[in-house]
């Protein structure tokens, strides 16, 4: 059941997000043609190019977020969530769909807005002075990583998407936990919003001083970074399982409302 709910999620959504790209890629290339001519020759139509580009990148991004918190109020919290939840699907799977795909489009949105942008920007030759420049680095990060450097690339992904999950989920608790009030709905899953993100941080700067109290004498600095590897390494490492159990509690809090305290009334 869960694939079909990413099936329509993904349908519903979209349907909005495949026409922002196009239009995105499209007006990136025809920006990119209008400078290749010359800006001076067509100095209107460049301009306008290049407001609409903007116009849309700024919207993809903005569309994305809106969507985002759109499809969890709408489908789990308004008069749709007396259909969705009567399927039989168990909470869970409706909130795990919807993060899966919000991920899935925030992704997908960087890398079009980065399509888009090496299509203004690259010249002639570039693409293969990136390609070496690339080489390059990775050539020099190996002698010095050796090996490891493919466990810090994983690490630094994971924590990537780890903290891409804990910023939407903390919105759809935030969200949730303000529909327990009868009244002024938006303004307590804001005040929820500032609340869940102070306890939050409190509790990442109390984690962030455990090796500062239990290893006084180490200090970083770019001389000794990569002799540090495997501090960093732990390091990173916590900072994953942190935003893990962060993420876990988001989730759980959301996945306990709609199971449990719901009132779509």
């Given at each position: 059941m869960l694939s079909k709910l990413l099936k329509y999620e993904l349908k519903a959504t979209g349907r909005i997000f495949l026409p922002l790209f196009l239009a995105l890629l499209m007006f990136a290339g025809i920006t990119r043609l209008i400078y290749s001519i010359g800006p001076e020759k067509w100095d209107a139509p460049a301009s306008i190019s290049m407001a609409i580009y903007?116009?849309?990148?700024?919207?993809m991004f903005v569309m994305t977020?809106?969507?985002m918190i759109q499809r969890f109020y709408?489908?789990?919290l308004s008069d749709e969530g007396y259909l969705m939840l009567t399927l039989p699907v168990k909470p869970w799977k409706h909130i795990l769909s919807k993060l899966?795909?919000?991920?899935?489009?925030?992704?997908?949105?960087?890398?079009?807005?980065?399509i888009s942008i090496l299509i203004i920007t690259l010249e002639k030759g570039d693409i293969t002075k990136i390609v070496v420049g690339l080489l390059t680095v990775y050539d020099q990060v190996?002698?010095?990583l050796g090996a490891s450097m493919y466990l810090l690339s994983v690490e630094i992904i994971i924590g990537v998407l780890i903290s891409l999950a804990s910023g939407i989920l903390i919105l759809y608790a935030s969200i949730a936990l303000g529909h327990l009030f009868s009244k002024h709905r938006m303004l307590a899953s804001f005040g929820a919003f500032i609340a869940l993100s102070t306890l939050s941080q409190i509790l990442f700067t109390l984690i962030g001083l455990i090796p500062e109290a239990y290893f006084p004498d180490i200090h970083i600095s770019s001389n000794d970074f990569i002799g540090m590897q495997h501090l960093i390494q732990w390091?990173?490492?916590?900072g994953?399982?942190?935003?893990?159990?962060?993420?876990?509690?988001?989730?759980?809090?959301?996945?306990?409302?709609?199971?449990?305290?719901?009132?779509?009334?």
């Open positions: 903007i116009i849309i990148m700024v919207g977020f809106i969507m709408k489908n789990l899966l795909v919000s991920m899935l489009w925030m992704v997908t949105s960087g890398i079009a807005a980065l190996y002698e010095q390091v990173i490492a916590g994953i399982i942190f935003t893990g159990l962060l993420s876990a509690a988001y989730f759980a809090i959301t996945n306990f409302i709609l199971s449990k305290r719901l009132n779509l009334e």
